[in-house]
């Protein structure tokens, strides 16, 4: 795809049951208010660059996060949830009201989020099919909010060789992996430059925003 061809949207009546597809969520508005919150986050807790834990190889995907925990992954110690930025030593920003919001509206889980994940690709990023599996909490979904350029999606099942559905993610678009899909293997095959005008520098953003601590870890409620 080019900013000149169409995106491939998925065959809704295909999508598994326990997939959320809220395609054009977010308006122009509120993409250009949340934006505005990101890039407060990152002047805060700037962009780095995970490294995988076998190899110490960096993503090509720059990371940093928001709210109480951040999902970090380093060589020396594996992926995990951190209160401190990596680099930095200082806690997370808080989450933006307008994340939450989105939360509420789509996620059908009475606790709020613990932490948000936010992904930048610039150009030729892309993540590798994997399931989000960090968590000790997994009763609840996981919701993400694409920002910027269009990406493709890949949504496969439980096992890595099940079969993989792939369709575009646009600008506002929100999903959401919760129930029988919350541990479905999933990833970004490629990004398309040129197809959201959202970003002067080009590139996307993804927010992912998760429950992390198990029920009985947790402090007061939720
Ligand atoms: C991305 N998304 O859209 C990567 N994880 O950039 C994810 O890895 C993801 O979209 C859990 C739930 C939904 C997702
Ligand atoms: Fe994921």
């Not at 949830?81 to 808080?94: C, I, L, T, V």
């Not at 993400?144 to 575009?168: E, N, W």
Request: charged share 20%.
């Amino acid at each position: 795809m080019n900013s000149r061809s169409q995106p491939i949207l998925p065959d809704r009546a295909a999508l598994p049951k326990d997939f959320g597809y809220f395609p054009g969520f977010l308006g122009a508005q509120a993409q250009d208010a949340l934006l505005e919150e990101i890039r407060a986050i990152i002047a805060a807790a700037p962009l780095f660059l995970p490294t995988m834990p076998s190899t110490g190889k960096p993503f090509s995907v720059a990371m940093t996060n928001c709210g109480q925990l951040g999902w970090v992954s380093d060589k020396a110690s594996g992926y995990r949830y951190e209160r401190f930025h990596p680099e930095s030593g200082a806690p997370w920003p808080k989450m933006p009201n307008q994340a939450i919001a989105v939360w509420r509206a789509v996620s059908g889980h009475k606790a709020l989020p613990e932490a948000c994940l936010i992904n930048f690709y610039g150009a030729g990023a892309k993540l590798g099919d994997h399931c989000d599996r960090d968590e000790d909490d997994r009763s609840a979904p996981v919701v993400s909010i694409s920002l910027g350029d269009s990406a493709r999606f890949r949504l496969g099942g439980l096992r890595r060789s099940d079969k993989v559905t792939s369709f575009d993610l646009a600008s506002g678009d929100v999903v959401v992996l919760g129930g029988e899909t919350r541990m479905a293997y999933h990833g970004i095959a490629r990004v398309h430059p040129g197809t959201s005008g959202l970003l002067p520098e080009g590139g996307r953003f993804n927010l992912t925003l998760r429950r992390v601590s198990s029920p009985d870890q947790r402090s007061g409620g939720g």
